[in-house]
């Protein structure tokens, strides 16, 4: 059975920084990527950003230029760096894991809260 493990969130000051970790076990086929996805209250969840096997990755607009997606193969593990945080990145962050074969696996999430 795959495992998703997050770590890392908080309470952080605006403009201060978090980074997020997920390490996957268990994983039974290849992995295609990995990532993160956010939600707010009364919110639907969105993306935050992906990673590929191959290193290719993908932002949501809102965090271009202040995340930094990151991957370890060997571990499976993968790692956001989240700077200048802003009041409206307060959410629950989702790791997300796809495999070549079935549904997308999600951690159990992590809270992350930006307030002075």
């Known amino acids: 059975q795959v495992q998703l493990v997050e770590s890392g969130g908080g309470l952080v000051q605006p403009g201060g920084s978090l980074r997020l970790s997920c390490s996957a076990s268990?994983?039974?086929?290849?992995?295609?990527?990995m990532g993160w996805y956010r939600q707010a209250p009364g919110k639907q969840r969105e993306l935050v950003a992906t990673?590929?096997?191959?290193?290719?990755?993908n932002y949501a607009d809102s965090v271009k230029g202040r995340f930094t997606i990151s991957r370890d193969n060997a571990d499976n593990t993968v790692y956001v760096q989240m700077n200048s945080l802003k009041p409206e990145d307060t959410a629950v962050y989702y790791c997300?894991?796809?495999?070549?074969?079935?549904?997308?696996?999600w951690g159990q999430g992590t809270q992350v809260t930006v307030s002075s």
């Open positions: 997300m894991l796809s495999m070549t074969w079935g549904a997308p696996i």
């Open positions: 268990g994983t039974r086929f290849p992995i295609n990527a």
């Open positions: 990673i590929t096997a191959d290193g290719a990755t």
